[in-house]
C-alpha cells in the first residue's frame, strides 16, 4: 500500500514538473499580441427560402501561445433569396471564439458563438449564432470552413409554414497581419 502511494507521488512529482516545463519553454519563445484579420466569406444556407451567403468581417484575435487564442468577430453578411421567395435578410455577426492550433502551428479548430442583429427589410430580430470552423492559416492568409447556424431567425418549413433557425455552410478568405 505505501509502496503503491510512492509511486503515484512520484509519478504525479515527474508530471507536475514537466508540464511546468514544457509550458515555460512554450511562453518564453512566442511573443503574445493582437493580430487583425480581414476577410471574405461565402456560403449557401442549408433552408429555404434563403439560397447564397455573402459577408465581410474583421476578426481580432489575441494569441495567448503559439496555439492557443482568443478571437472577436463582426462584419456583415447578407442571406439572398429569389424574389419570388420574399426579400433578402442582412445582419451584423457579433461574435467571441478560442482557437486552437492542432497541427503544425497552421490547422485549426476553433468554436465562436454570439448574436446576429438583423439590419434590413424592416426585420428587427436578434439570433443567437453559433460557428465551428476548421482552417489553416499561415503568417498573412487564413482559409477557413465554417458551419453557421442562426437559431431565431425564420425559415420555410417543408409544408410551406415558417419556423424559426437554420444554418449555412460556408468559406472564409482572409488576409491577417500582427498589430
Same mark, same amino acid.
Request: proline share 2%.
Given at each position: ?51 447564397? =451567403?455573402?459577408?465581410? #468581417?474583421?476578426? $481580432?484575435? @489575441? ?7 482568443? /478571437? *472577436?468577430?463582426? +462584419? ?61 492559416? =499561415?503568417?498573412?492568409? #487564413?482559409?477557413? $470552413?465554417? @458551419? ?7 425559415? /420555410? *418549413?417543408?409544408? +410551406? ?19
Amino acid at each position: 500500500m505505501k509502496m503503491t502511494t510512492i509511486k503515484m507521488v512520484l509519478v504525479s512529482a515527474i508530471a507536475i514538473l514537466f508540464t511546468h516545463t514544457v509550458t515555460a519553454q512554450e511562453k518564453e519563445n512566442y511573443d503574445q499580441g493582437f493580430r487583425l484579420g480581414l476577410g471574405l466569406n461565402a456560403g449557401y444556407a442549408n433552408n429555404d427560402p434563403y439560397k447564397l =451567403t455573402l459577408g465581410g #468581417d474583421a476578426r $481580432l484575435q @489575441y494569441d495567448l501561445s503559439k496555439r492557443y487564442s482568443f /478571437t *472577436l468577430t463582426t +462584419g456583415y453578411t447578407n442571406l439572398f433569396v429569389s424574389e419570388s421567395d420574399g426579400k433578402d435578410l442582412g445582419f451584423i455577426p457579433a461574435k467571441a471564439g478560442f482557437k486552437a492550433f492542432v497541427w503544425n502551428n497552421q490547422f485549426y479548430v476553433m468554436g465562436e458563438a454570439g448574436a446576429a442583429f438583423a439590419v434590413t427589410n424592416d426585420y428587427n430580430q436578434t439570433s443567437l449564432l453559433l460557428a465551428p470552423t476548421i482552417g489553416f492559416a =499561415t503568417k498573412y492568409i #487564413d482559409i477557413s $470552413l465554417h @458551419y453557421e447556424h442562426y437559431s431565431d431567425f425564420p425559415r /420555410t *418549413l417543408s409544408d +410551406g409554414t415558417e419556423g424559426k433557425g437554420f444554418g449555412q455552410f460556408g468559406v472564409r478568405l482572409a488576409y491577417g497581419f500582427k498589430l
